[in-house]
């Protein structure tokens, strides 16, 4: 049991940030982990899958497919500001998005990730 929580929690921890940067169009894949019954363990909010290219310090784009729930991409800038879309309380539903997160002129990336609902 305690196995199978700390596989889903660390597939919960990987599914929500974006691993390594590499400047022009360096991808990598994000997915979120798969449901798994863990009795009073923690749930699964969305099911969803992203491919992230890096074209700048700055330009992040994201292709993605959501199975269900919704998910809101973030990027964080270097003046200290959090961008995240969609904004408000809207989240992107079931279906295929394309995202693009762009950093203001003269800030570069220091962070990113997703929010999920279920």
């Known amino acids: 049991m305690k196995k199978t929580l700390r596989a889903l ?4 921890a990987l599914a929500a940030s974006v691993i390594g940067f590499a400047p022009g169009a360096q991808a990598s894949t994000l997915q979120a982990a798969p449901a798994a019954a863990v009795a ?10 992203c491919n992230a290219y890096f074209y700048s ?3 992040q784009y994201l292709p993605c497919t959501v ?4 998910i809101k991409a973030y990027i964080n800038c270097s003046n200290g500001v959090r ?3 969609p904004g408000g309380n809207v989240y992107l539903g079931s279906g295929s998005w394309n995202i693009t997160l762009v950093c203001p002129s ?3 990336r220091t962070g990113q990730g997703f929010y999920s609902i279920g």
């Open 9 to 12: 929690l660390m597939g919960l």
């Open 40 to 49: 009073g363990g923690p749930t699964i909010q969305a099911s969803w899958s």
């Open 57 to 59: 310090n700055a330009v």
């Open 67 to 70: 199975y269900s729930g919704g």
């Open 83 to 85: 961008y995240i879309t």
């Open 106 to 108: 003269g800030t570069v």
